[in-house]
């Protein structure tokens, strides 16, 4: 029998796998089984073998992610096996039930799922590094590990499958790793699109349904309605933030494509109930609502009496029917009346649910119909919110232009008395605009008729397919203000007098410790104009607000931007009672640590109690995509993490005592804030740096890698201040100082400590017992820690053509290092690096020593490219060689900016 049993029985998953690919690579490369084994590091091999083995090396650290995301499967079926849903931590059965545990009572539980709204935002940043055909290819070898592990097979049809996975490993083998050229941002919209299609349109409903039993198995008494919570949006397309790529055209082509996914998703839906409703006139008694619901959706098609030919006596099927053509209208496909709101097409679905019901067909319902109709209440007709993203630089600089044109003088400067009056004075009278467009510069004509697609969109009676206007490093009331004039000039205000409202969502993107800062007073000066605040009222009275945490970090450090962003929060939520409006916050999060990307749980977990309230949006960045949808799984269980994490902090969060806002604590913090930015700038300020972080770090080769659409630096300038901050984590990370997770840290708890001794010292550790906020921060640094190697860093300072330089700037980083180890360990009970998370310690473990043979072939490299740079090209291989470098360590870090 032990034949016949699963793979999880018979062979450990990364076993398989390495086996496979050792299989694969030996018969092609005989010399790399070597590499791949460990007996020969990468940066001894000669250079005609270098692409070829961080190839292989590159292709295993894929295969062991697959691994792990299957393991990680396994282990929650298991635990699910055994103790039943609610033992799966972070799902919505275990947080219900520590929320019914807790006393929470039944009518407190349906006021916070009656305004749940959770955000998944889909962005196009460029971190990630694979290419969608290797990504499919990962897709197909993760589904075929899954038919081994949970299908009985006979030996030959086992050893088929197995056959099958080699043959993807070898295509894996043959595709290449590298981008030929830079994706387009139609490339781009297309690839975030499929996640939709292979993975999130069908996971949403399988979503609700988590949801509704949780409930039920907890709360047995009530009859607790679940709506459909989520409402996912995308920058795809429409963020042109230094994206010289995203145009106005770009644009109305996202939002085009966005709603054609839909409808072809919701065309092979119908399809399916066309197959599968074969409930027949002559078994059941057809309720006579139904049938006047049926004559009229016939009517619609313009076909009626061939629909009824083909379906004689199954009116269930003929109603399907008649949907399906009026979907198919909506693509020209055919001559009945197209859909016009998603509203009358979920109508129709809702009355098929229903009739199901009066049948006694429930389970069919909710098997074929109910899921349909949630999805067209969670995507409408668009997929996404498209959100539109703008520097104020530039949004700035075409207000001024449009004013000095109508003026016919040279318009005031931002920040000025007179710019404030002047912006003012334009929306107080409802100012149109009547420049001639083709006198404007092209920046102006674009963004104008940006605003005109924006128009157009908003005019759609389903609504919803524009989100909102993100105004990047927005740093006063002034830069949010001349977003509104400009909607204006674009008509989407109806009133032209200034007396109504403005149809757009105009949201800030506070981004620097001091635009954090500032951020509650900018709002309130906001929210004090009444253009906006009427404006505000129309949708829903919610002001959202985004919060920046690359440019935070790449401003203050680890530390200081997480503090100042917490802050930032609690303040803004206070300001909201004031102002007498809804607040929700929008985090700009990425996938490495500093950049926000925590583990999504517990970084909801630690969020100031009361600031989420049911709402709450994230952006999902580059491989954090790929990473959380690739699979339908894994896809599923993120977005149960997240949708029950911000439940759980609607219902819990300002009883909970890790939450409390205790003085001691906060003070602590504060001045913790204070010596860390100080000696984080201290870094960043100390002379040479900008050469140390050039040349100790492939940040200027990262551009060869084609894995975005838009450029590294926002405006083309060479300082850090105009470098975005996923080139900076990215550099960072590649030559393992990651000092973006924690530098300054150490230095911080160590003056702490000096200045206040022994009582500071247990005053860290009890916030590191009772503030789940604190807590995180140091559990993070400690991850971060443990990934960071000064050994592998020393060689990387090695390439900074001034020795004193590289030495000195080297050194401060590696005294920082262990200065913070120290502290670290001291607060969290002398515990070793990572000691608190074992299997994130074992998976690094497991690719530490080939992880080091890479670091040191690419500084190799690094040194090679760069001798021939400026006297003849560098050659083909060591380039190439050199992004596989870079690939490999992405992978192995499992995220890149």
Same mark, same amino acid.
Not at 36 to 54: F, K, M, S, Y
């Given at each position: 029998?032990?034949?016949?049993r699963?793979l999880?029985f018979?062979?450990?998953?990364r ?7 050792l299989s694969v690579v030996?018969?092609?490369e005989?010399? !790399?089984?070597?590499v791949?084994t460990?007996?020969?590091p990468l940066?001894?091999l ?7 083995a961080l190839?292989?090396?590159?292709i295993?650290?894929? &295969? ?8 990680a ?5 298991e635990l ?5 849903a609610d033992?799966?931590?972070?799902? %919505?059965?275990?947080?219900?039930g ?12 349906q006021?916070t799922?009656d305004?749940l709204c959770?955000g998944?935002t889909m962005?196009a940043?460029?971190t990630e590094a ?5 990504? $499919?290819i990962?897709r ?10 949970q ?9 088929q499958?197995i +056959? ?5 490993i ?5 595709s290449?790793?590298?981008?030929l ?7 781009e ?7 939709f299609?292979?993975v999130?349109f $069908?996971?949403?409903p ?9 409930? =039920? ?5 009530y ?7 989520m409402r996912?949006?995308s920058?795809?397309g ?9 145009t106005?055209? #770009?644009?109305?082509?996202a ?6 996914a839909?409808i072809?998703?919701y ?17 059941v ?17 313009g ?9 004689p006596?199954?009116?269930l099927?003929?109603f ?12 020209g ?13 979920r109508?129709d679905l809702? /009355?098929?649910?229903n ?7 429930n389970?069919?319902a909710?098997?074929?119909?109910r ?13 996404? +919110? ?19 044109v109508?003026?016919?003088t040279?318009?005031p400067?931002p ?8 912006i003012r004075?334009?929306?107080h ?8 467009r083709t006198?404007l ?5 674009e963004?104008? /008729?940006?605003f005109?697609v ?12 524009i989100? @909102? %206007?993100i105004?990047s ?7 949010l203000?001349?977003v509104y004039v ?8 109806p ?6 409202t ?6 800030? !993107?506070?981004e ?5 800062r ?11 104009v009444?253009?906006?605040r ?10 959202e607000?985004?919060?920046g945490?690359?440019?935070s970090n790449?401003?203050?450090g680890?530390l200081?931007?997480n503090w100042?962003l ?8 206070a300001?909201?009672?004031?102002r007498n409006?809804?607040i +929700? ?11 926000? *990307?925590?583990p999504?749980?517990r970084?909801? @977990?630690?969020?100031?109690?009361g ?10 960045? *580059?491989?954090?995509v790929s990473?959380k949808?690739?699979?339908?799984g894994?896809?599923?269980?993120q ?5 029950a994490?911000?439940?759980?902090h609607?219902?819990k +969060?300002?009883?909970e005592?890790?939450?409390? /806002?205790?003085?001691?604590f906060?003070e =602590? &913090? ?10 984080y700038?201290g870094l #960043?300020r ?11 770090s492939?940040v200027?080769e990262l551009s &060869?890698?084609k894995?975005g659409?838009?450029? =590294?630096?926002?405006f ?28 300054g840290?150490?230095?911080?708890l160590?003056? %702490?400590?000096n200045?206040r001794?022994?009582?500071g010292l ?7 017992e009772?503030?789940r906020?604190?807590r995180?921060?140091?559990d993070?640094?400690?991850k ?10 020393h060689l990387?300072a090695? !390439?900074?053509?001034?020795?004193e330089v ?5 050194g401060?980083i ?13 607060i ?5 690096l990572s000691e608190?998370?074992?299997?994130f310690k074992?998976?690094f473990?497991?690719i530490?020593p080939?992880?080091?043979s ?5 500084v190799q ?11 003849s090209a ?9 992004l596989?470098?870079i690939?490999c ?5 499992g995220?890149? *900016?």
């Amino acid at each position: 029998m032990e034949e016949f049993r699963p793979l999880s029985f018979r062979e450990d998953v990364r076993s398989l796998l390495f086996r496979l690919l050792l299989s694969v690579v030996s018969e092609r490369e005989p010399a !790399l089984a070597a590499v791949l084994t460990g007996a020969v590091p990468l940066d001894a091999l000669p250079e005609e073998q270098r692409i070829c083995a961080l190839q292989a090396t590159g292709i295993w650290f894929q &295969l062991v992610t697959i691994a792990n995301e299957l393991l990680a499967m396994r282990s929650r079926r298991e635990l699910e096996q055994m103790g039943g849903a609610d033992e799966v931590v972070g799902s %919505f059965s275990n947080v219900v039930g520590e929320i019914a545990a807790a006393g929470y009572p039944a009518e407190d539980i349906q006021a916070t799922l009656d305004n749940l709204c959770v955000g998944p935002t889909m962005t196009a940043h460029p971190t990630e590094a694979k290419r969608v055909t290797v990504l $499919e290819i990962h897709r197909r070898i993760y589904r075929k590990l899954t038919e081994l592990e949970q299908r009985r097979w006979a030996p030959r049809e086992r050893d088929q499958h197995i +056959s099958d996975l080699q043959s993807e490993i070898e295509l894996l083998w043959m595709s290449g790793e590298l981008r030929l050229e830079r994706p387009s941002v139609e490339r781009e919209i297309a690839w975030g699109l499929h996640f939709f299609r292979e993975v999130i349109f $069908e996971a949403t409903p399988k979503l609700y349904t988590a949801a509704q039993e949780a409930l =039920a198995r907890h709360y047995p008494e009530y009859d607790l309605k679940v709506p459909s919570f989520m409402r996912y949006a995308s920058w795809i397309g429409g963020d042109r933030d230094g994206n010289p790529n995203v145009t106005a055209q #770009i644009t109305d082509y996202a939002l085009n494509e966005c709603r054609q996914a839909i409808i072809g998703w919701y065309i092979q839906q119908v399809r399916r109930l066309v197959t599968v409703l074969s409930v027949s006139a002559n078994v059941v008694d057809i309720p006579d609502d139904f049938g006047k619901a049926l004559a009229r959706a016939l009517h619609r098609t313009g076909c009626a009496s061939e629909i009824v030919a083909r379906n004689p006596d199954e009116p269930l099927r003929q109603f399907a029917a008649a949907m399906l053509a009026r979907l198919q209208a909506m693509c020209g496909d055919a001559s009945a009346k197209p859909y016009a709101r998603a509203d009358a097409f979920r109508a129709d679905l809702r /009355d098929l649910e229903n009739v199901l019901v009066q049948l006694g067909g429930n389970r069919a319902a909710g098997r074929f119909v109910r899921p349909l109709r949630q999805q067209v209440e969670s995507f409408g007709f668009r997929t996404v +919110s498209l959100d539109i993203r703008q520097n104020s630089t530039v949004v700035n600089r075409v207000l001024a232009e449009l004013f000095r044109v109508a003026d016919g003088t040279e318009a005031p400067g931002p920040d000025t008395p007179q710019w404030t009056a002047r912006i003012r004075s334009a929306l107080h009278s409802g100012e149109q605009l009547s420049a001639d467009r083709t006198i404007l510069s092209d920046e102006a004509q674009e963004l104008l /008729d940006l605003f005109d697609v924006i128009r157009e969109a908003s005019s759609d009676p389903n609504g919803g397919a524009i989100g @909102a %206007f993100i105004l990047s490093m927005t740093r006063s009331s002034d830069d949010l203000l001349a977003v509104y004039v400009l909607a204006q000039y674009a008509g989407l205000a109806p009133a032209l007098d200034g007396s109504g409202t403005i149809n757009l969502r105009v949201v800030p !993107l506070f981004e620097t410790i001091a635009d954090l800062r500032a951020a509650p007073e900018i709002l309130d000066q906001l929210l004090g104009v009444s253009i906006v605040r009427r404006s505000v009222r129309d949708f829903g009275n919610r002001q959202e607000v985004m919060l920046g945490y690359s440019d935070s970090n790449k401003d203050g450090g680890f530390l200081a931007s997480n503090w100042e962003l917490n802050k930032a929060q609690r303040r803004i939520t206070a300001l909201s009672q004031k102002r007498n409006v809804k607040i +929700s916050f929008f985090h700009g999060r990425g996938g490495s640590v500093s950049r926000g *990307g925590a583990p999504t749980g517990r970084a909801i @977990a630690a969020q100031p109690a009361g600031t989420i309230g049911g709402v709450m949006r994230v952006t999902e960045q *580059g491989e954090v995509v790929s990473s959380k949808f690739a699979n339908r799984g894994t896809g599923l269980y993120q977005l149960e993490i997240l949708a029950a994490s911000v439940f759980a902090h609607s219902v819990k +969060s300002r009883n909970e005592l890790e939450l409390k /806002d205790t003085p001691e604590f906060s003070e =602590a &913090l504060e001045a913790l804030t204070g010596m860390s930015q100080a000696s984080y700038s201290g870094l #960043i300020r100390e002379p040479g740096f900008i050469d140390y972080f050039n040349q100790a770090s492939p940040v200027e080769e990262l551009s &060869l890698l084609k894995i975005g659409s838009r450029p =590294a630096r926002r405006f083309g300038a060479r300082d850090i201040a105009d470098l975005r901050a996923i080139p900076w984590v990215f550099a960072w990370s590649q030559n393992r100082h990651l000092i973006t997770n924690w530098y300054g840290t150490g230095s911080a708890l160590n003056s %702490f400590v000096n200045v206040r001794g022994e009582v500071g010292l247990d005053l860290l550790r009890q916030m590191f017992e009772r503030s789940r906020f604190f807590r995180l921060i140091v559990d993070e640094v400690d991850k971060g820690l443990y990934q960071s190697d000064m050994d592998i860093g020393h060689l990387y300072a090695g !390439l900074v053509l001034d020795h004193e330089v590289g030495e000195r700037i080297y050194g401060k980083i590696a005294a920082e290092y262990a200065l913070t180890r120290k502290m670290i360990s001291q607060i969290n009970g002398g515990l070793e690096l990572s000691e608190r998370f074992p299997a994130f310690k074992r998976h690094f473990d497991r690719i530490r020593p080939q992880m080091d043979s890479i670091h040191r072939l690419q500084v190799q490299l690094l040194r090679e490219v760069r001798a021939r740079d400026g006297n003849s090209a560098s050659p083909k291989r060591a380039v190439n060689a050199l992004l596989l470098s870079i690939n490999c360590i992405s992978a192995g870090l499992g995220w890149t *900016g």
